[in-house]
Nanobody
Framework: QVRLVDSGGGLVQPGGSLRLSCLAS????????MAWYRQAPGKERELVAS???????GYADSVKGRCTISRDNAQKMVYLQMNNLKPEDTAAYYC???????????WGQGTQVTVSS
């Protein structure tokens, strides 16, 4: 059974940093494309960052230069390092795993990030 477990969220002051983690199980992790999405109250879920199985990365304009996505295939982990956090980064963050060239995907349970003074 495929499972994604998100962690690392919390309350942080503006300008602070957080590192989100996602642990995958039940799948050949290195063959999957990974991503982080977020959803703020009343808004649609949006893509934050992605990393393909070949380590090619992409970022939303709103986080470019402040966030770094990385993966550890041996540990079946994907990370999102977030720096210089802003109140508008407040959202539930979800790990996403997608099998290339298919519509097959899985979601983590989400981890809440709150940026407030």
């Amino acid at each position: 059974q495929v499972r994604l477990v998100d962690s690392g969220g919390g309350l942080v002051q503006p300008g602070g940093s957080l590192r989100l983690s996602c642990l995958a199980s039940g799948v050949s992790f290195s063959t999957q494309n990974m991503a982080w999405y977020r959803q703020a109250p009343g808004k649609e879920r949006e893509l934050v960052a992605s990393i393909r199985r070949d380590d090619f990365t992409g970022y939303a304009d709103s986080v470019k230069g402040r966030c770094t996505i990385s993966r550890d295939n041996a540990q079946k982990m994907v990370y999102l390092q977030m720096n210089n956090l802003k109140p508008e980064d407040t959202a539930a963050y979800y790990c996403n795993m997608r099998t290339p060239y298919t519509t097959t995907q899985w979601w983590g349970q989400g981890t809440q990030v709150t940026v407030s003074s």
